[in-house]
């Protein structure tokens, strides 16, 4: 399920990322690398990213972390965090 990234006013989709990939620590990984090639580009507003994600079979731990500084850029430009969880 890709990660959807859109501003709230406009409803307008900013970007589109990781179109077939379902496992949310590969998600997370692409995410932060759009955020620290992009943030700059953004100016502060009210976003939402939401990512769509399915449990990986047999969890037991472990999984996807956003760093802090990924956690900054967001919060300097009013990016909102969804986790959609789907099952299979």
């Known amino acids: 399920m890709p ?27 692409e995410l932060e690398s759009w955020l620290f090639k992009n943030s700059n580009s953004l100016v502060a507003a009210q976003y939402v990213a939401d990512i769509g994600f399915s449990i990986r079979e047999n969890a037991c731990g472990g999984g996807a972390i956003l ?12 990016i909102k965090l969804y986790l959609s969880e789907y099952g299979d």
């Open 67 to 78: 760093s802090s500084e990924a956690m900054a850029i967001m919060g300097k430009l009013g």
């Open 3 to 29: 990660i959807y990234i859109k501003s709230v006013q406009s409803n307008e989709q900013i970007a589109l990322l990781a179109k077939d990939e379902w496992q949310l620590p590969a998600q997370i990984q």
